[in-house]
Each structure stands twice: as C-alpha cells, then as structure tokens.
C-alpha cells in the first residue's frame, strides 16, 4: 500500500512502544462493569481479542479511541496517552466499528475519498488512496454503486476500506466477520492476515468466535467479564495433546490397516478425515510410539507420509478455562 498519510510510519515503529498498553483500565456504566482493571499490552502483528457477548471488546475499543472515558485506570496507543492526546491516535488508528455505519444513498468511493480527507488528504491523493484500499479489499468493481443496495459481505468489506483510509499505523476491527457466510468469513480472515502480516499494521482484530481468530492471530487476548482471561501467543494456545496424528500413502484402506494394527499392539487409534490420530501409550508403557508407528508401517508394507503433533484448538482451551474460572475451587 502506498504510504499517502504526512504520519512518520517509519519513527512509530522505531519507537519499540506496544501499540496498546492498558493499567486498571476500568468502565462502569453504573449498571455493568464492562472493564473491571484491565492490564493488558498488545504489540505488533495481529492480535484476536477475544470473549463472549458483553465480555466488554467493544467498549475497550471505544474507550482507546476516546469515544468513550473510563471510570478509572490509564491506557496508551502507540505510545499516545488516551486523556490527553486522542487527537494523535485518531490520526495513526483505523476502527471499523461493529455495527453498520455506512450512508445507503453514498457510493463506497464517496465514502471511503471522504473518510481519507476528513484524515488531512488533497483530495487527488484521498481518492488515489481510496482506489487502492477500495481494491485491497475487492471492492474495485461496486465502488460507485450507493452502499444501501451492498450485501451484508461488501458492507463488511467497505467498513474495512475506510478504517484503511488514512493509512493507519494500527487498525482496530470489531467484529469483522460478523454476520459473514463461510466463506465469506474465510476471505475476510485473509484480509486481516494481509493487513497485519504483508502491510504491516498492527492489527486488533475481536470476535466471539475463538476458533476463527487462531488461524490469523500471533496473539489472542481473553476477556471474561470485563477480566483478562489468558493473553498470550496463539502458539501457546496451541500445546500439544500427546495424540500423534500419522498419514500413510493410499487411501482409507491403508489407513484403517495401519490404525488396527496399532490398536492391536495396544495404542488406541482412530480414523481422522484422511489420517489415523494415535493415543500416547499407557502410563507406565515405556516404548517409543514412533519407533512403533514406523515399524508398523514398514510390517505392512505402508509408506509412511508424515508423523505430526495434534494441537489443542483455542476453542478448546478457552472452554474449559472458563469452566475453571467459574467453577468453585
Ligand atoms: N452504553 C452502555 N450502557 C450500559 N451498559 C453498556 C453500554 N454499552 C455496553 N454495556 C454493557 O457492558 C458490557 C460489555 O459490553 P460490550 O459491548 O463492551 O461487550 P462486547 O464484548 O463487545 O460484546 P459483543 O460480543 O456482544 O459485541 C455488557 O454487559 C453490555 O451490556
Ligand atoms: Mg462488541
């Protein structure tokens, strides 16, 4: 993406400072406590803020916008103080807000050249960028059509288009996927990835689902009630379950004659899509599972693909830590 915007990109990211960092970051709606002293740092890359309905995601990222004040507790964007400098985070932060804002009767190019201006952008240089991010985000083709009449799919992407608009150091994305199809979502997820990962924007990125932000996140940060759950890196989500997960050349056959002779020799398995998932042995069981799957293997006359760790899913994970979490210990 071309760099329109007069920000110094390159004196943000020589800085080092996290693009998010909260202390007791606290908002009470007097009914609600939707933060209750929230600590949490973000850095570059993507990072999933995830959490159930009401777990407070958006109101955390209204608060760093300074489109709503927090009860008590501090937090900095970019290294820019949210009491007292909003006016230099506005100007290095995208929001695409989580619920419809777009005018029916304006065209996305409309939309997307005004956001840009409203930023500080002449007007030939807001509409080369709105043409650009327009693109990125395969909009190129109904850019001139009045958004009214986009499906719920290019309104999503038009949302994107002008959290982009300004060329923004971090973009904060509430709920991009929400009410996408399958494979919509999918394309969307995509977006995300290259935001983060090829323009290199840092990237907050919410959704209830956990299981979708773990394959575009390098962080996921939990939010329970208002509470930091769990922050940490997606692969630290990702340990390892001890089952083995082994592919043999063929096709169900090879792999059900692989998965019964290990069975038989006293590893549980079972047939999983187009691979055989191996139980670890029985405590106590000192033999060397690989060393059995390839033996196994090469008695049958199977050539062996690959032996790989089965990983645990956030989803998962975020399950029976919120179980934890409200069960009485
Ligand atoms: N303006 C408001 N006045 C009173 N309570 C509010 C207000 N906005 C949000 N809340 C409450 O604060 C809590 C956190 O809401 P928030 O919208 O931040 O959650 P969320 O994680 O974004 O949820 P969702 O996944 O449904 O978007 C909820 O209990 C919500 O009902
Ligand atoms: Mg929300």
Redo the contacts with the bound molecule.
Sequence with gaps: MATLHPVDRAADRRSGVPAIATQGLTKD?G??L?LDSLDVTVGTGVTGLV?A???????LIKILLGLLDPTAGSAQVLGHDIATEGAEIRARVGYMP?HECLPPDVSASDFVVHMAQMSGLPHAAARERAADVLRHVGLAEERYRPMGGYSTGMKQRAKLAQALAHDPRLVLLD?PTNGLDPASRDDMLELVRRIGHDFGIAVLVTS?LLGELERVSDHVVVLDGGRLLRASATTDFLDTTGTLLVEVLGGATERDLLGRALHDAGFPSRPRGNVVAVEPPAPGDTRNVHDMIRDTAVDLGLGLVRIQPDHHRIEDIFREEVAGAVQPH
């Design positions: 709606y009914s609600v939707a959490g309905n009401g777990a407070g995601k958006s109101t989580e709920e209830h």
